[in-house]
């Protein structure tokens, strides 16, 4: 068999066993949410949504190696402070694949691109976990998702945001827009820092369709992710614009840790 079938029969595997992951996972949530309180829906949710990305990384071949996560291995970050307010995870975006590796780690819900709530599947999917959708080139959806996030966080729930806007290749962290930083000053929130890396470049969403994206990671031999997870900024010290800089700075600097510990066990893997 050539190299180039190998890889498609991969992908095709890959797909299947992922499409077969996300039904399982959503059924199993509906149908134990049905016999238990309300009160407890929240936490069957992140454990549900946990075991779905961990599994989807596990098929598509990702080895994650995580570094400052507080409590036990495999334990998920609390979504809350001390206080009882959510805390807003920060992450450069690189990959399609963050978004399950930051479900793998957290009890928060995603912020992210209005038109995912569209795709077949996948958008059912982010709605039922409470995704919030955010059109950047809206100012007036942009305003109504930061009181969604702020009105999350005051709850007690976290989030997860890429203030980059977007995704790009390489380690070089873009400029942070400022939304998550206002939120996080409104309430109060403590704001961490988590700095990912991806051994192998292909992994980076370019210029292409989410499907191709989805397509070509999917088709790649085992992949070795990094990610550093930094202390908590308390918001209540710093105004919005410190802490967009603060933060920007601190993510940049775990960027650069995770990618070092890469080079490290690709040194000693030889």
């Known amino acids: 068999m050539s190299q180039q079938a190998r890889k498609l029969l991969r992908v095709g595997t890959r797909g299947t066993a992922c499409v077969g992951a996300t039904i399982g996972a959503l059924g199993c949530y509906h149908a134990i949410r049905r016999f238990r309180p309300q009160a407890e829906h929240h936490e069957i949710m992140h454990q549900w949504l946990a075991r779905w990305a961990r599994t989807s990384l596990r098929i598509l071949g990702v080895r994650l190696h995580v570094e400052g996560q507080q409590g036990k291995r495999n334990e998920l970050y609390p979504g809350r402070g001390p206080d009882g307010v959510g805390r807003v995870f920060v992450m450069n975006h690189r990959s399609g694949l963050d978004i399950p590796v930051t479900l793998a780690l957290a009890k928060a819900h995603l912020?992210?691109?209005?038109?995912?709530?569209?795709?077949?599947?996948?958008?059912?999917?982010?709605?039922?976990?409470?995704?919030?959708?955010?059109?950047?080139?809206?100012?007036?959806?942009?305003?109504?998702?930061?009181?969604?996030?702020?009105?999350?966080?005051?709850?007690?729930?976290?989030?997860?945001?890429?203030?980059?806007?977007?995704?790009?290749?390489?380690?070089?962290?873009?400029?942070?827009?400022?939304?998550?930083?206002?939120?996080?000053?409104?309430?109060?929130?403590?704001?961490?820092?988590?700095?990912?890396?991806?051994?192998?470049?292909?992994?980076?969403?370019?210029?292409?369709?989410?499907?191709?994206?989805?397509?070509?990671?999917?088709?790649?031999?085992?992949?070795?992710?990094?990610?550093?997870?930094?202390?908590?900024?308390?918001?209540?010290?710093?105004?919005?614009?410190?802490?967009?800089?603060?933060?920007?700075?601190?993510?940049?600097k775990l960027v650069g840790q995770a990618r070092r510990r890469l080079e490290v066990m690709a040194a000693a893997a030889k």
């Open 111 to 252: 912020v992210s691109r209005h038109d995912l709530a569209a795709w077949p599947l996948v958008g059912h999917g982010a709605r039922t976990i409470g995704t919030l959708f955010v059109d950047r080139s809206s100012m007036r959806s942009g305003a109504t998702v930061l009181r969604a996030i702020c009105r999350t966080l005051d709850e007690g729930c976290g989030v997860i945001i890429f203030p980059e806007g977007t995704a790009f290749a390489g380690d070089d962290v873009r400029p942070f827009r400022p939304g998550a930083f206002t939120a996080a000053q409104r309430t109060g929130a403590e704001i961490v820092p988590i700095g990912i890396a991806y051994a192998d470049a292909e992994a980076a969403f370019g210029d292409e369709s989410f499907g191709d994206h989805l397509q070509r990671v999917a088709g790649m031999d085992e992949l070795q992710v990094a990610l550093q997870i930094g202390p908590p900024i308390q918001a209540a010290s710093h105004s919005a614009v410190e802490l967009r800089n603060l933060t920007r700075q601190g993510v940049q």
